[in-house]
């Protein structure tokens, strides 16, 4: 357990197929939790098992769960996890006509019960009837809220933007008009753009938390949009930790992100996405490695192969479907500690499970052309 | 009243019935409800069919004797099956002309999920209307034995089905956003 | 050892208990909501529908239902899933239906035995040396129930007979047994169920053969 007057931002990776998440201790036992993501085999949610394993009282010392979007795989385990932080209170970002976009929610869960069991919506819609249950206050986020205080230490809502949400909120009314039939999953375009980017202040010191921002050609959102006005609301401060947004992709990125917003030589971390496209790229990791040293990954940006199988039907399948690849499950850990009250207090950084230098992985891919 | 869930309460086996003397005496689970049906009824001196061609001819009486029919047909199970059999459950991700990737859950074995194009002409033309981003699909390979122990290797591909929604489940969706957007506790 | 090393083949059916309406459930009705291809109502080969009694072969499905039972089944793997899928659309279309209860019957032949090992496992299941005042003493059926499963009102019955598909080994129907407690509803406690329940009673049956197994110790 880090001590009293410690700073923590842990951030879990998978290996980037099963999510991820953040967990921050603020100081003085406050815990906040960014996403979930699971273990696939035991299907447990890493950031309550990591909190158990720190000691946390999870039902006194969690405070708040963040969920940065309610549709992707960024909330695998959120129920768990909630439902074991018995005081937290629980946070999202809908559209501004909240009862719509419940309603959508609500539809996708009824399509979720009848054939597609276990999807995000599902988790999504138990996590938002806990907390109504439970009587906890429910946050909506949008750009500049304040979401959590504590003395000194605070975190900010730096997305979606006012502008999003009302895009969002037309786009949930297509989504109701053209629900279609049950057996369809429901896809919301551009979900990135309504993620929750936080700002952390940490007594003398910040953090920056991407989730999956990606740069917007339209000022009014993303990134730009940050820098445009965040700079004049509640960012006071150039961060000196960052959560490099959507895994490092040229789509979350933009040089003045790291010019404006974060301080020379920042402590950056990322997790990797390993589906059909593979990120970081190497071009791109080069890129940030232009900015800082000290650049940390989850996991390797690792090459996939079909899952072990009997030999026959492991044959069979090469013969038949050979892009078959599974999506491995790679556990890393990337903690950050610092001494908030200390001004001059350095970022220490470690790593667990797969987690290492982003130096490494770039030697790897170098070497492998990727 | 039936309670029982089993598929066949008093399954014999195929040997044990094909030493039975008693014509009549067949698979139980249709057995009990046939008899019940069959026991008011007058059965009369019809001749009895062998099969449903005579009945259709208009040789018998029809209902009756479908019923006997059936009942000689009872011990007379598919032999045809599937071993070692490899299942996934679907999902369109991305959409190309020809084509389309899915993520795939291992039915099998659900643990870590899997990826990988497929063709579209790998689909039945019956479900080709159901192809889109977001659908969901089986898909299995193994190997099928035939009734006359033909081995092969097959690859199946099934889109899933659902039913339709109706009024009442747009309905019950509104119900639930409007109660739980009224009590939910927001900041 | 896995139960992918002593299983052969394995049949599926989704029975449901209560009151029904025979006539109504065809294929062309299927087709109309949706739930099969217009191609296989084509192609159904229908043995009876009456308002008593009703059957109906898909290429890969039977459904039977009588006045007081509904019965789906599969004997190929790959149509597990979807002979539920087609369990929730059909009772999605007739929401009213009152149902007592479901079970999903599991039907796994293992692998075929060596003559020592089937004749071992007889003696396991019942030692013959009680039968001894029998010329030829030979198991036939043992049924099993276990009548208290945690966390749900039902139980699983579990028979082991000669198989009658393959020579040389034996079958396992396994039935998992659900009750329901709102007997008027069936749509939505029915989708609960296999959200809740569907993977889980598979997997338990693989469970239960492979304890089994594990107990009679056939291969040493």
Known sequence: MPALDVSEIILIGTGGGYGESVVIHLADNHWIVVDSCIDPTSKASLPMQYLRDKGVD??????????????????????????????????????????????????????????????????????IELARHRKVRVKRAVQDKLLYKHKEYEIF???????????????????????????????????????????????????????????????????????????????????????VPHHGS????????????????????????????????????????????????????????????EKGIEKFIQQINPSLREVKFRYGLIRCTIEGKDPKGKWATFTEGSAMPASQVLREMRTTSL | METSTAINPNLLSNRLKNSMSSKDEKSASVEAAISNFLKNKKIGNQKSANNFREIDEGKLDG??????????????APKEYYKKTQRWFGSIIALEKDSFTAKLEDLNSPDTYEVASFDIEDVSQGDRDLIGIGKNFYWSVGYYVSHDGQVKKESLIRFQRLPIWDSNDIDEAADSAKELHDTINWE | MSVKNIVEIKNLSIVLVGNFNPSIVQPHWLANKGLIREEEANEAKIDLIHNEYACFNLDWARIEIWLDKFAISTTREPYFEIIRDLCVGIFSALKETPVKAIGINTTAHLRPLTKKQYTDLGNKLVPLSNWDFLNNPRVLTVEMLDDTIEGRDGFRRIIIQPSDRLNDTIMFNINDHYNFEDKTAINNQLITLFNNHWHSSLEESDKIIEKFWSNVNLDS
């Open chain 1, 157 to 243: 809502a730096l997305s979606p933007s006012d502008y999003t949400l009302e895009k969002y909120d037309e786009e949930v009314s297509t989504l109701i008009t053209e629900f279609g039939n049950t057996d369809k999953r429901i896809i919301t375009s551009s979900p990135n753009s309504k993620s929750i980017a936080l700002y952390v202040k940490l007594n003398n010191h910040r953090a920056i938390l991407g989730a999956d921002l990606e740069v917007s050609n339209d000022a009014r959102e993303g990134w730009i949009n940050i820098i445009d006005n965040c700079t004049k609301t509640v960012i006071d401060q150039k961060a000196s930790l960052f959560k």
């Open chain 2, 63 to 76: 209902l009756q004797d479908r019923m006997r029919v059936l009942l000689a047909q009872r011990s007379n």
């Open chain 1, 250 to 309: 040229e789509n979350g990125y933009h040089i003045d992100i790291w010019n404006t917003l974060l301080t020379e030589q920042v402590n950056a971390n990322l997790t990797p996405w390993n589906r059909k496209q593979k990120l970081p790229t190497t071009q791109m990791l080069e890129v940030m490695y232009g900015h800082t040293d000290k650049l940390y990954i989850t996991s390797n940006v690792i090459g996939s192969k079909p899952k072990k199988r």
């Open chain 1, 58 to 127: 999870l039902s006194k010392d969690v405070k708040l769960i963040i969920c940065t979007h309610w549709h992707n795989d960024h909330i695998l385990g959120l129920y768990e996890l909630f439902e074991a932080c018995t005081s937290a209170e629980f946070c999202f970002a809908p559209c501004h006509d909240v009862q719509k976009f419940l309603f959508l929610v609500s539809l996708d869960y009824k399509k979720a019960e009848r054939g597609i069991p276990n999807s995000s919506t599902t988790i999504f819609i138990k996590c």
